[in-house]
């Protein structure tokens, strides 16, 4: 079992970055691999970018690719997401998520565990 709590949300302008955090409870995280997704209002949730357990193997979505980046710090229990370069269409509830077999998932549905959300709002 794993809780994750996510930080770093907020209102910039396009163009703009922001570094989200998910910090995770546990001992067990360095064994998770870990995932950034997000849900824009009035659609589903999309994968964003993930990271495996040991932070060696990362993924990402073709439309955030150059843009973001994920890792990970297994000491401190957290993984990030740099966002640069900020679009309006990036505005969304952006989720950490857990995956119990270390390896990275790039279908939501796969995640074992998420966090509460964090609002990223992406204004012009």
């Known amino acids: 079992q794993v809780a994750l709590v996510e930080s770093g949300g907020g209102l910039v302008q396009a163009g703009g970055s922001l570094r989200l955090s998910c910090a995770a409870s546990g001992r067990t995280f360095s064994s998770y691999a870990m995932g950034w997704v997000r849900q824009a209002p009035g659609k589903e949730r999309d994968f964003v970018a993930g990271i495996n357990w040991s932070g060696g193997t990362t993924y990402y979505a073709a439309s955030v690719k150059g843009r973001f980046t994920i890792a990970r710090d297994n000491a401190k229990n957290t993984v990030y997401l740099q966002m640069n370069s900020l679009k309006l269409e990036d505005t969304a509830v952006y989720y950490c998520?857990?995956?119990?077999?270390?390896?990275?998932?790039?279908?939501?549905?796969?995640?074992?565990?998420w966090g509460q959300g964090t609002q990223v709002t992406v204004s012009s």
């Open positions: 998520a857990a995956d119990r077999t270390g390896r990275v998932r790039t279908t939501p549905g796969d995640y074992d565990y």
